[in-house]
């Protein structure tokens, strides 16, 4: 017999606090041997583990046992929703709103009003043509690579699979104890082919001081498991997806030197099931510009 399982003991933080331990568990593996974090990473999607914070294996040791492994537990539906309903994740857009501070906030007017437009149309004709003036990461955004790298595909080189109609998941972490989103987080979930939207429960703080303070972020750990997993699209309703304390911004550097577009300052993740939606968040298609605005929003499927 040649099949190998690992044996170990483990423990488990919850980023929301409390905890598991469990004594003596053993796990099918392929070779004759595993890592760390990978035995981490199976413990946590086979027990479906959320908002996970610290995970401790103690005492691993491989044994030869016949593996007794069966298919893996099916996903957890999605609550109950309307198919086809739409779900708006988006912030409106205002005169003077402040997204990030030190940055402008938008000029909103008339270019032409529809007062001064009845001069050039035919009685009872009127047209209003409104102006805007902003910078790219104002409001709801979505960021493509050009925003980091100069070679980084730009707006108008988004690939729309990306960004319409895309199959996307929630992860939960609403009420962590930590800011920091590590990417145990995400194990319990299958994010290949996904855009994955992290719900922090932050944009509650929106047009509020409270929202550029002490926000919720990924870590570099998150953002490499991410792109590893083939995420298409990573999500957030935060303040920013970095720690912003310093000026590295490693989330950004990971995601986008890979392709995966981030959105930020989302909003209404809590009315999303975890799963059985579409995603969308198409920007204009501008050349030489990383940033936009977009109307970000869902549709449940079932």
């Given at each position: 017999m040649n099949d190998k399982r690992v044996c170990f003991d483990f423990e488990i933080d919850f980023a929301n606090g409390g905890g598991i331990q469990g004594q003596d568990f053993r796990l099918d593996i392929d070779g004759d041997d595993i890592a760390d974090a990978a035995l981490a990473a199976y413990i946590i999607a086979?027990?479906?583990?959320?908002?996970?914070?610290?995970?401790?294996?103690?005492?691993?040791?491989?044994?030869?046992?016949?593996?007794?492994?069966?298919?893996?537990?099916?996903?957890?539906?999605?609550?109950?929703?309307?198919?086809?309903?739409?779900?708006?994740?988006?912030?409106?857009?205002?005169?003077?709103?402040?997204?990030y501070k030190g940055l402008p906030a938008p000029i909103m007017c008339d270019h032409l009003s529809r007062e001064r437009s009845r001069a050039l149309y035919a009685e009872?004709?009127?047209?209003?043509?409104?102006?805007?003036?902003?910078?790219?990461?104002?409001?709801?955004?979505?960021?493509?690579?050009?925003?980091?790298?100069?070679?980084?595909?730009?707006?108008?080189?988004?690939?729309?699979?990306?960004?319409?109609?895309?199959?996307?998941?929630?992860?939960?972490?609403?009420?962590?104890?930590?800011?920091?989103?590590?990417?145990?987080?995400?194990?319990?979930?299958?994010?290949?082919?996904?855009?994955?939207?992290?719900?922090?429960?932050w944009a509650k703080h929106w047009r509020t001081d409270q929202y550029f303070e002490g926000h919720p972020f990924l870590t570099a750990a998150a953002a490499a498991y991410l792109r590893d997993k083939g995420a298409l699209l990573v999500g957030i309703d935060s303040f920013n997806i970095d720690d912003v304390s310093g000026g590295e911004r490693p989330v950004h550097s990971i995601l986008l030197g890979a392709g995966i577009p981030i959105v930020e300052h989302m909003t209404n993740l809590d009315a999303l099931p975890n799963h059985g939606f579409r995603f969308w968040a198409v920007p204009p298609k501008i050349s030489e510009m990383g940033t936009f605005p977009v109307r970000a929003h869902a549709q449940l499927m079932t």
């Open positions: 086979d027990l479906r583990l959320l908002m996970v914070g610290a995970v401790r294996i103690l005492n691993k040791r491989i044994i030869a046992e016949r593996h007794k492994r069966t298919a893996a537990a099916a996903a957890i539906a999605p609550s109950d929703g309307v198919a086809g309903r739409r779900i708006d994740l988006s912030h409106i857009i205002e005169d003077g709103m402040v997204t009872g004709t009127e047209f209003q043509i409104g102006k805007i003036e902003l910078v790219g990461n104002t409001g709801t955004y979505l960021d493509t690579p050009y925003h980091r790298y100069a070679d980084g595909y730009d707006l108008a080189a988004l690939d729309l699979d990306r960004v319409s109609a895309v199959p996307a998941l929630v992860v939960r972490v609403e009420g962590s104890a930590d800011r920091a989103i590590d990417w145990a987080v995400f194990a319990a979930t299958d994010v290949a082919g996904h855009a994955v939207l992290v719900h922090t429960g």
